[in-house]
């Protein structure tokens, strides 16, 4: 890869750099570092925020990254996953949300939230009722065997859609400029796309594009409901489990979504889970899944995996990996990563 003096990032953006701006839509991110979903379970367990959530997302976005996205949140009870999720279920949950965008807004970065169904990927404890899947499959997780869930009918397929698009529109009214669909890790919407998983012979399953039906179905309502909402979606390069996605599936879903009004695609792991794949290792151990895809859309892809320095950032945006850099763990352990490399 090419290498790039990561001392020219202040030299008036002469060339493509961690410090270069971004048009998306109707705001500008200010840099190439966003701050990834990260679950902080500092939620009360009716899905609200409380003091820790604001302080939790005050450390991250004093780290000068363009964007901070809240973790994942559950959009109706069915999809939530662990006790102290945070919630965006019910229009009570708006007004702690719009402090938590405010305070982000504040350290003059992007407000973008992640929504979330669990699907199979949870259990009737922390959900209250049955699970809610495509084919009554047992979602896949290294180390636990995870409950089988219930076949989804055609009622529960339209509580889908209507939970996450009212959760769109509750993020919408809290201020949130961007609204992420989390279609990776093997929650809700990733079960719906993978062949592991989704089994079905109707509409929303039995080919690659039925199965990819539910994902679009949902961005096309929100779209309608909320045209100015820049949305994004996590999809996964490929599933990391034989007969799973493959990254041909996703290059193929990421044009569908680019198509149907999407605006960043955030390029992660899939039903094996969020955890390193054993055949990937280093910084940035899933970029390449991410290039791929950057090279077949024209929208803005991010890049995961293990980054954590602006020499590898710049050396991946001069050479198109990615548009942006998702920094997680490294700014979690030190918020002031950002000004140490040299973030403006």
């Given at each position: 890869?090419?290498?790039?003096?990561?001392?020219?990032?202040?030299?008036?953006?002469?060339?493509?750099?961690?410090?270069?701006?971004?048009?998306?839509?109707?705001?500008v991110?200010?840099?190439?570092?966003?701050?990834?979903?990260?679950?902080?379970?500092?939620?009360?367990?009716?899905?609200?925020?409380?003091?820790?959530?604001?302080?939790?997302?005050?450390?991250?976005?004093?780290?000068?990254?363009?964007?901070?996205?809240?973790?994942?949140?559950?959009?109706?009870?069915?999809?939530?996953?662990?006790?102290?999720q945070?919630?965006?279920s019910?229009?009570?949950?708006?007004?702690?949300?719009?402090?938590?965008?405010?305070?982000?807004?504040?350290?003059?970065a992007?407000?973008?939230?992640?929504?979330?169904?669990?699907?199979?990927?949870?259990?009737?404890?922390?959900t209250?009722?049955?699970?809610?899947?495509?084919?009554?499959?047992?979602?896949?997780?290294?180390?636990?065997?995870?409950?089988?869930?219930?076949?989804?009918?055609e009622?529960?397929?339209?509580?889908?859609?209507?939970?996450?698009?009212?959760?769109?529109?509750?993020?919408?009214?809290?201020?949130?400029?961007?609204?992420?669909?989390?279609?990776?890790?093997?929650?809700?919407?990733?079960?719906?796309?993978?062949?592991?998983?989704?089994?079905?012979?109707?509409?929303?399953?039995?080919?690659?594009?039925?199965?990819?039906?539910?994902?679009?179905?949902?961005?096309?309502?929100?779209?309608?409901?909320?045209?100015?909402?820049?949305?994004?979606?996590?999809?996964?390069g490929?599933?990391?489990?034989?007969?799973?996605?493959?990254?041909?599936?996703?290059?193929?879903?990421?044009?569908?979504?680019?198509?149907?009004g999407?605006?960043?695609?955030?390029v992660?792991?899939?039903?094996?889970?969020?955890?390193r794949?054993?055949s990937?290792?280093?910084?940035?151990?899933?970029?390449?899944?991410?290039?791929?895809?950057?090279?077949?859309?024209?929208?803005?892809?991010?890049?995961?995996?293990?980054?954590?320095?602006?020499?590898?950032?710049?050396?991946?945006?001069?050479?198109?990996?990615?548009?942006?850099?998702?920094?997680?763990?490294?700014?979690?352990?030190?918020?002031?990563?950002?000004?140490?490399?040299?973030?403006?």
């Amino acid at each position: 890869m090419l290498e790039v003096d990561s001392k020219k990032l202040n030299l008036g953006g002469w060339m493509l750099n961690i410090n270069s701006k971004l048009n998306i839509g109707n705001f500008v991110l200010k840099n190439r570092v966003v701050v990834p979903p990260m679950a902080s379970q500092t939620a009360e367990l009716d899905g609200r925020i409380t003091p820790k959530t604001i302080e939790h997302y005050t450390k991250l976005a004093s780290s000068n990254a363009s964007m901070i996205m809240v973790e994942y949140t559950y959009v109706h009870q069915s999809g939530k996953s662990e006790m102290n999720q945070l919630g965006i279920s019910s229009d009570f949950h708006i007004n702690g949300l719009k402090k938590l965008a405010r305070r982000i807004k504040k350290y003059g970065a992007v407000a973008a939230i992640q929504l979330t169904h669990a699907g199979g990927k949870s259990s009737k404890d922390t959900t209250g009722d049955r699970l809610i899947s495509p084919s009554g499959i047992s979602v896949p997780v290294k180390g636990s065997q995870l409950e089988v869930p219930s076949v989804a009918n055609e009622e529960d397929v339209q509580l889908l859609k209507q939970s996450f698009l009212s959760a769109a529109k509750r993020a919408y009214a809290a201020e949130f400029d961007v609204v992420e669909l989390h279609s990776a890790h093997g929650y809700g919407l990733n079960q719906w796309i993978s062949p592991i998983t989704n089994q079905r012979s109707d509409y929303y399953g039995g080919t690659v594009e039925n199965r990819f039906r539910l994902l679009l179905e949902i961005v096309n309502l929100i779209k309608k409901e909320l045209p100015s909402l820049a949305l994004s979606v996590r999809i996964p390069g490929m599933d990391h489990l034989e007969g799973g996605l493959t990254i041909e599936h996703s290059v193929k879903l990421a044009v569908l979504l680019e198509n149907a009004g999407v605006r960043i695609i955030n390029v992660s792991s899939g039903i094996g889970g969020w955890k390193r794949p054993s055949s990937r290792y280093g910084e940035g151990y899933l970029v390449a899944d991410a290039a791929t895809i950057q090279a077949k859309v024209k929208i803005p892809v991010i890049g995961v995996g293990a980054i954590q320095t602006a020499t590898y950032i710049n050396n991946s945006l001069l050479t198109n990996q990615f548009s942006l850099a998702a920094v997680g763990r490294a700014i979690l352990s030190c918020p002031k990563w950002g000004v140490k490399v040299g973030l403006q």
